[in-house]
């Protein structure tokens, strides 16, 4: 199946939920249950800030949505493009992407860090370092890491492992079966916290830091409806901005 588990959200924290109140209901892609602090599956529900933010950005508009979790980010692009999906979160910009999918104003922003296992003895300036030195990177399956990481990845394929789950990534660092992993920073410093052996790369300071969006497919969504969503968006970036304050 093309889901794995879909789990229905309210955009109001109030009880009950009248889903004949939405004019229109948007399936939302996520690739990951275990993405603390932006999406946790907790006891048969998501949770986290991504879902938080949605339940902003949605409350007093005409619309509602539901989450149905894909096997990684590469499927849902795939879905979006046609139009089995309609919206992802947590979304870089590109211009490939942007061929399939309109853009919302950006709500967040994202950056990208560096961990190793603190046992490593491995000596590295920058992401070129690692490539040439011939470590293993740990990343995940279709996610956008910036430019120069593009240019590395066909390069230096058979040096990149890639998960579609964030904790199988941090697993196989702990157990030093990859050597470095890509992950957002606030994600890196919950899995540091539960994974003893894993560290920041303090001597790097970022991978990539990016603007984040969310992404409608242009098979179902409308620039009208779009207009919308972003004007939701402008409306409540004070709150915005402290869900996802660094």
Request: glycine share 4%; aromatic share 16%.
């Amino acid at each position: 199946m093309n889901k794995l588990i879909t789990v229905f959200l309210c955009l109001l924290f109030t009880a009950p939920f009248n889903v004949f109140a939405c004019e229109r209901t948007f399936s939302v892609a996520s690739h990951d249950a275990f993405w603390p602090p932006y999406v946790m599956g907790i006891n048969g529900k998501l949770q986290g800030s991504e879902v938080d933010a949605l339940n902003i950005i949605f409350a007093d508009s005409p619309f509602c949505f539901e989450v149905k979790l894909l096997p990684n980010s590469k499927r849902a692009f795939i879905e979006l493009k046609y139009g089995r999906i309609d919206l992802e979160w947590a979304a870089s910009y590109t211009n490939e992407r942007a061929k399939y999918v309109h853009f919302s104003d950006n709500y967040r922003t994202e950056v990208m860090r560096l961990y190793e296992n603190k046992n490593n003895q491995h000596s590295v300036k920058n992401l070129e370092d690692i490539f040439k030195q011939g470590f293993i990177v740990g990343a995940n399956f279709g996610s956008y890491y910036g430019e120069e990481f593009e240019q590395y990845k066909t390069k230096y394929k058979k040096q990149i492992e890639y998960t579609s789950a964030t904790s199988k990534r941090f697993e196989m660092l702990n157990k030093q079966r990859i050597d470095f992993a890509i992950e957002d920073e606030l994600v890196g410093a919950y899995f540091g916290q539960k994974g003893s052996n894993i560290k920041l790369v303090t001597n790097i300071e970022y991978v990539n830091k990016d603007d984040i969006y969310l992404m409608f497919s242009k098979k179902t969504v409308s620039v009208t409806e779009l207009a919308i969503i972003n004007e939701r968006i402008n409306k409540n970036k004070t709150a915005l901005n402290a869900l996802f304050k660094y």
